[in-house]
């Protein structure tokens, strides 16, 4: 048998917390209320007992006993009544430990009377008490000792002291929670260039100090970002110049090996000047605002432009679906995707999946060499080539797929590779649906 988890998530572990400590105190609370209680009422129900069997015993023993059978029902209690007989046959009662009933009877009568007192078997305790009256007559305390029961209502507020427990938890644990969830919501949606949404720095100081903290880190991501983009930009301003007089230069040297290779490598630095300043570019969300796309006529429309170069392109999308993006962005990211999958394949395809968990998947489909599956997740980062088919003899410098990655981060979606069984890649890109197409994929899926 396996032994119970303990919750995971900080709001069940604190109600948890919360609630077992105030459902123990309570229930140690209630537990000596109705101990004192039960003390309580058997003190009174044992004076009540020494008083009446002393009155008792004295109006008995001063009737005629003729007339005492009909003064018997007015002596009658709820755990004891009073017999003009020997009782019947039972077990002695071991004196040395008696209940609390022999022990107040014996104080109250031991001086006056002889009494022994037996145990009857029965469903709850059974005592009788045995004696005799001055004129010789055999008299019986037969007693059924049992507390007052619990009042009807008692149980019913017992339940709902422990609902309101209940609800007082959850008020104080979502009370807790709330800030720590919307900070992690900020975080999940934190955007580099500065345009997220800014936490409310009201309530509690701790809650205000850590919406303060958090809008401050925003702040100063945006300007560090914006500072890296101004620092490639100047390096690429800086660098296109000379490179350029320099492949003027070479141009007018004689025809010869060395020209050739001055020539490729001053290429290699000028794509690599571009491709840096693209990927900074990717990062910047703030230059475009987002409106409708219908991804059919979009995707077609990349696919007729890769058609009229030669290119083998195929689009295959089985329903028609609407998003909310920045379509000058989400063009830069297929067209990455795109040419990155050419570089290693004929013929490429574009599959687009079915609306689902609020997404929509795009897959670009090759059947090129792929990609080790220990590397699929550091082919993504910035500066990394690999040294099989997919390396420098393809013109590549380490960053097309970083920048596919950041621009498709900065549309609020995600790529994954995959290899393909039989061979080759799928890059996927996962975008968010938009409200009302998200409820029609539901209806119709």
Not at 98 to 119: D, E, I, K, W
Not at 287 to 296: L, P
Not at 316 to 331: E, F, G, I, N
């Amino acid at each position: 048998m396996k032994a119970p988890r303990w919750p995971r998530t900080l709001a069940s572990q604190l109600s948890l917390i919360f609630l077992l400590s105030l459902v123990i105190a309570h229930g140690l609370s209630f537990g000596l209320q109705f101990y004192e209680r039960y003390e309580s009422a058997k003190t009174l129900m044992l004076g009540n007992l020494e008083q009446d069997l002393t009155t008792t015993l004295a109006v008995l023993e001063r009737l005629p006993a003729s007339e005492r059978n009909a003064w018997l029902p007015r002596f009658v209690h709820p755990n004891y009544r009073y017999q003009l007989d020997e009782g019947q046959p039972g077990t002695p009662l071991d004196l040395a430990s008696p209940p609390a009933f022999v022990r107040s009877m014996q104080a109250t009568l031991g001086r006056t009377y002889t009494l022994h007192y037996t145990q009857l078997a029965d469903t709850r305790p059974h005592y009788q008490a045995h004696l005799r009256l001055h004129d010789g007559s055999p008299l019986t305390i037969d007693v059924r000792p049992s507390v007052s029961p619990l009042s009807p209502w008692l149980p019913l507020v017992l339940v709902g002291q422990l609902l309101l427990l209940l609800a007082c938890t959850w008020l104080a644990v979502r009370t807790a929670i709330r800030p720590l969830t919307r900070l992690s919501q900020a975080v999940d949606t934190l955007d580099p260039n500065g345009g997220g949404a800014r936490l409310d720095e009201s309530g509690p100081v701790e809650v205000a100090y850590a919406a303060v903290a958090f809008n401050t880190l925003q702040t100063r991501i945006a300007a560090h970002v914006k500072e890296r983009m101004q620092l490639l930009a100047a390096i690429s301003h800086d660098l296109q110049t000379p490179i350029t007089r320099m492949k003027l230069r070479a141009e007018l040297m004689e025809d010869s090996v060395e020209k050739d290779k001055l020539w490729n490598d001053l290429s290699q630095m000028q794509h690599l000047v571009q491709e840096g300043v693209a990927y900074a570019r990717s990062m910047d969300s703030t230059t475009e605002a987002s409106r409708r796309i219908d991804v059919r006529a979009f995707l077609q429309s990349l696919v007729f432009d890769y058609e009229d170069t030669g290119k083998h392109v195929s689009l295959d999308m089985p329903r028609d679906a609407v998003l909310d993006s920045r379509p000058h962005a989400l063009r830069r990211l297929m067209v990455n995707l795109v040419d990155n999958a050419l570089k290693y394949a004929s013929d490429v395809e574009i599959a687009v999946g079915r609306p689902t968990a609020g997404s929509l998947s795009i897959c670009i489909l090759d059947r090129g060499p792929g990609i080790p599956e220990a590397l699929l997740g550091e082919v993504l980062k910035p500066f990394y080539r690999l040294e099989s088919s997919r390396n420098r003899d393809t013109g590549g410098t380490g960053l097309g797929l970083a920048i596919s990655q950041q621009l498709a981060l900065s549309l609020q979606g995600s790529l994954q590779l995959y290899n393909r069984e039989g061979g080759g890649l799928c890059a996927q890109l996962s975008l968010p649906l938009p409200v009302a197409e998200q409820v029609k994929a539901q209806l119709i899926g």
